[in-house]
């Protein structure tokens, strides 16, 4: 069974600039998740989607990060302007609706 | 969502058995408890969830008390390849669930 694929697993941008990061959920997951986990910490949820609508955005800085999930299945997480603390590894995950989520390796982003 | 409470950090020699415990005092009563184990570099992986008593699979066990206030998961005989970080999530949600990651409980297996 193919897994959460995520691009790209790396990147690097000056502070100011955009960024986009592209996550492809397993066949059949309604349930999709992105993550921000800065170095040290656990991953802190940023949107969760249930097919294409969000049931959970409350933590997502939204004047600078968006989130979308085009026909419930493909969905881009972007950032702009960047700052240097969006320095972080950014997580997709996805789940048939349970507790049981499977993550993709993440990117890793680096802002300078 | 219930808050969960564990350990910052535990060491361990190859070979013995590691328990991890969790507080979750303020568990509800339809709230599960998940663990997840992640490697450094890599996404978080799902071990094991369980709603009271004992579950077991081949990776770990996980003891929950009556009073379902903690929960213990279990690691037998581990290996240098189970140092790690491991998660405590205890929570449900209505319909989508939400999966919200506390700070973990940093492993070291010491040969």
């Known amino acids: 069974e193919a897994g959460v694929a995520q691009s790209p697993r790396y990147k690097i941008i000056e502070k100011r600039q955009s960024v986009a990061f592209w996550c492809n959920p397993i066949s059949g997951h309604a349930t999709l998740y992105w993550y921000q986990q800065i170095l040290g910490q656990g991953p802190k949820l940023l949107i969760q989607?249930?097919?294409?609508?969000?049931?959970?955005d409350s933590q997502l800085p939204k004047d600078r990060f968006s989130a979308e999930r085009l026909k419930g299945v493909d969905s881009t997480l972007k950032i702009q302007p960047a700052k240097l603390e969006d320095s972080a590894v950014y997580l997709c995950a996805s789940s048939l609706g349970g507790r049981k989520a499977f993550f993709g390796q993440g990117t890793r982003l680096t802002v300078v | 969502l219930a808050k969960t409470t564990q350990p910052i950090s535990m060491d361990s020699y190859e070979g013995q058995e590691v328990n991890i415990t969790c507080s979750h005092n303020n568990i509800a009563t339809n709230d599960y408890i998940t663990w997840y184990q992640q490697f450094p570099s890599q996404g978080p992986r799902f071990i094991i969830q369980?709603?009271?008593t004992k579950v077991t699979n081949e990776v770990a066990s996980l003891f929950i008390p009556a009073d379902r206030k903690s929960s213990t998961l279990s690691l037998p005989r581990v290996s240098l390849s189970d140092t790690a970080v491991y998660y405590c999530l205890a929570g449900s949600g209505a319909g989508s669930y939400q999966l919200t990651f506390g700070k973990g409980t940093k492993l070291s297996v010491i040969p």
């Open positions: 989607f249930q097919n294409n609508g969000v049931v959970d």
């Open positions: 369980g709603y009271k």
